[in-house]
């Protein structure tokens, strides 16, 4: 189970996508992209597999989260592959001796934006389908679990904020 939900946060991984496209292509376009949940910050795809942890799923519903992601891993693996090179191209471009502009990335930056959506997407895909899976007392539970989650972040960037 602990490996079907490690590959259902790199899936969910594309959730968090939407939250900040811009600083992550900044991060991601001077590093090499490490494991998965080390890409991004906190999105929702970051905070579903925890909270999944805390559901007692059913057997059943163990084997069902199973089969969804096995359905997805081969696409989720394609999609991470091409990003990493696209990642790696556009590095590559940028320390390449020589005049560069932003317009000299632009096939780079719409290829990178492009996988990104698509990796999104199919996230968005497998979320939902394990969420049909789930009763409504596991949703109720779940929503509880998110909030305390989102309040712990709130109370820790408030500790790292300056006193200016």
């Known amino acids: 189970m602990y490996r079907q ?3 259902f946060a790199v899936g969910l991984l594309a959730l968090s996508l939407w939250q900040s496209p811009a600083s992550a292509q900044d991060r991601m376009m ?3 992209p490490g494991p998965p949940g080390m890409m991004m ?5 970051m905070m579903f597999p925890l909270i999944l942890k805390k559901l007692d ?3 059943e519903q163990d084997a069902r989260v199973k089969e969804i992601m096995a359905a997805h891993r081969e696409t989720f693996h394609s999609l991470f ?3 990493e090179a696209a990642h790696e191209a556009m590095t590559d471009r940028f320390f390449t001796p020589g005049a560069l502009t932003v317009t000299d990335l632009d096939a780079q930056s719409q290829n990178v934006r492009q996988l990104r959506e698509q990796l999104m997407a199919e996230g968005l895909k497998v979320g939902v389908e394990i969420r049909n899976v789930l ?3 596991q949703l109720t539970k779940a929503a509880q679990i998110k909030e305390k989650m989102q ?3 709130e109370q820790m ?4 904020e300056d006193d200016d």
């Open 5 to 7: 939900i490690k590959v």
């Open 135 to 137: 009763t409504p007392d």
């Open 57 to 59: 799923l059913t057997a």
């Open 157 to 160: 960037r408030g500790l790292m």
């Open 30 to 32: 001077f590093h090499r």
């Open 81 to 83: 592959k091409q990003l």
């Open 151 to 153: 309040t712990m972040h």
């Open 41 to 45: 910050g906190d999105g929702p795809g």
